[in-house]
T-cell receptor
Framework: SQTIHQWPATLVQPVGSPLSLECTVEGTSNPNLYWYRQAAGRGLQLLFYSVGIGQISSEVPQNLSASRPQDRQFILSSKKLLLSDSGFYLC??????????FGQGTRLTVV | EDQVTQSPEALRLQEGESSSLNCSYTVSGLRGLFWYRQDPGKGPEFLFTLYSAGEEKEKERLKATLTKKESFLHITAPKPEDSATYLCAVQARGSQGNLIFGKGTKLSVKP
């Protein structure tokens, strides 16, 4: 069966520090991969998606970037965090045209 | 613009008191509508996919229905363990599987 791993679960980082969140998927090949952010009082907002290695599409211009160095690995990064980057970050995978399955999320607090 | 609106924002029920959650959507060609359950501090858990008007899906005390403009999640005789935030999302034809989410309905079931 397929599983998705996301870490860390919580993270407290100072303003201006770098960020790296990692997500890996097991049990499937060539999945579509997604990074979403969930802010209080708002719905899940799609940040990036990838349909293959090295293929990244950005939905929202921001201080973040994403990379997909391997088929089942998706990384969310920032060179310098802003206070506004705080939120709950979720990685997800799907086969094309089917439901998405989410990781357990990373609670990021920028202080 | 594709969008999803969920109502009510919050719903309090007594154990055994059946009710329905609403998800209204506008999308340029619906590929699928998805319901998720999210517990505090966790990633969304997939519940149902609906593809066409008139379709219905059931799982335990939950039943999801779909029309051309909205979906309902019916909860029959809820229990306290059904307390969670229920998220609705749509996927447009031609997308890469990206989901457009509503803000969710927070359901509380009191014993």
């Amino acid at each position: 069966s397929q599983t998705i791993h996301q870490w860390p679960a919580t993270l407290v980082q100072p303003v201006g520090s770098p960020l790296s969140l990692e997500c890996t998927v097991e049990g499937t090949s060539n999945p579509n991969l997604y990074w979403y952010r969930q802010a209080a009082g708002r719905g899940l907002q799609l940040l990036f998606y990838s349909v293959g290695i090295g293929q990244i599409s950005s939905e929202v211009p921001q201080n973040l970037s994403a990379s997909r160095p391997q088929d089942r690995q998706f990384i969310l990064s920032s060179k310098k965090l802003l206070l506004s980057d705080s939120g709950f970050y979720l990685c997800a995978w799907s086969a094309v045209g089917t439901e998405a399955f989410f990781g357990q999320g990373t609670r990021l607090t920028v202080v | 613009e594709d969008q999803v609106t969920q109502s009510p924002e919050a719903l309090r029920l007594q154990e055994g008191e059946s009710s329905s959650l609403n998800c209204s959507y506008t999308v340029s060609g619906l590929r699928g509508l998805f319901w998720y359950r999210q517990d505090p501090g966790k990633g969304p858990e997939f519940l149902f996919t609906l593809y066409s008007a008139g379709e219905e899906k059931e799982k335990e005390r939950l039943k999801a229905t779909l029309t051309k403009k909205e979906s309902f999640l019916h909860i029959t005789a809820p229990k306290p363990e059904d307390s969670a935030t229920y998220l609705c999302a749509v996927q447009a034809r031609g997308s890469q599987g990206n989901l457009i989410f509503g803000k969710g309905t927070k359901l509380s079931v009191k014993p």
